[in-house]
DNA sequence: ACAAATATTTAGTTTTGTCTAAATTTAATT
DNA sequence: AATTAAATTTAGACAAAACTAAATATTTGT
């Protein structure tokens, strides 16, 4: 298995390979920042190495075991990404680079240490889930801030845009996972969000509420 | 800076290449079991480069930012196998595989991190010295285990093999760094040597005797 | 010092992963 | 349904890093 496979395989995973509908050439193309013609190069070799299903101008989809390499490549990328923030004091806007290489390293014993050492962590710093060594993993129950109604209250959970930007944005704002945050008023002009976090109120834009998760409280 | 590049620095290092006599290309070659046109190739490029000095036939030699670059791989290498060993329960002929992939990871931030969770370790798991951020390192005052008179007592400091067969052997045999070793009689028909180790006696050949390093007692 | 042996380089090929430009297929629009 | 637009694939090329085989330099042995 190549880096550059690896990365093929966890990027058609991202953009949806796993379900039933096929994902096109130009979208993992876009995804990957290459050229189409590079995609359909992959897909041939992928295909042959049973890793997906590709017919000519159908797009496509991984196969059971694309889907446990990928699973394992999405693992390894979350354990090094709390490893980086519990261990060695990363931001959660450095960790992505850094674990995009460590996510390659191989050895088992490597990343099952890792995962020890952790404690077994079931989410990383931006609260996606972690897929257990046997490749299952839960999406835990959340919903996009954008879609909570004015009044409702939620725990921050997770992150949907993981860019730098937004997150030294949240950083800026005191905007952490874990944090309270209630919805005070939604402006019908521009749907951006008047928030109360820490005790105090903050306006923000519906982009910015639609890139965050919160568990509803009950 | 590319793997394979880094690998030949590393290597060229290795075999001497910061004295002043430089290294062959065959020698290059056989060390990292590939062909010496492969080198040839390798050097024209490092050459431009301005990591190495290198005139058709007359070998190979690591410029100054050529050493620089070294011992940054070797630093990094040494500090990721004191991690294995100290923080994820690898033994010491586990270690090299995986350090030589981790030592290719692309980020100041996570080895001086690194660094400063071990505590700035001086040695790795064999005993080899680690290289300061700025490329600063000393070797320990220490000498073979072969080379010591008869009646000599010395630390365990370190060995010069690394291969896993001959430390399976080392640990099989409980010797380990920081333990005394007594050479009791050395055999004049085949140089193997009678050592003591935790109050029991043990006869070991010539070709162990050269891979170990002590520092004699005062 | 000269021939034989050894070491090194050159030239041409291969593989992997990428690209461009052209050709082809599928989708969209009228 | 035909034509245009968009997406996808093919064909051919390139760069990196390796190889083989042949050519050339250097070293060694007598």
Redesign the interface.
Known sequence: MTRSEENYIKTIFHLGGNSTSPISTNAIAEQMETKPSSVTDMAKKLADKGLVHYKKYQGILLTESGIRLALSIIRKHRLWEVF?VE????TWD?VH??AE??EH???E??ID??DA?LGYPKYDPHGDSIPSKDGEFFERDKQLLSDMPKAGVGVCVGVKDTSPTFLKFLDKNQIALGITIEVLEIEEFDQSLTIQIHDKSLNISHQIAANLYVKKQS
């Open positions: 980086l261990k060695l004091d990363f450095e680079e850094v290489q460590l390293i191989k050895s014993k490597l240490q890792i050492l």
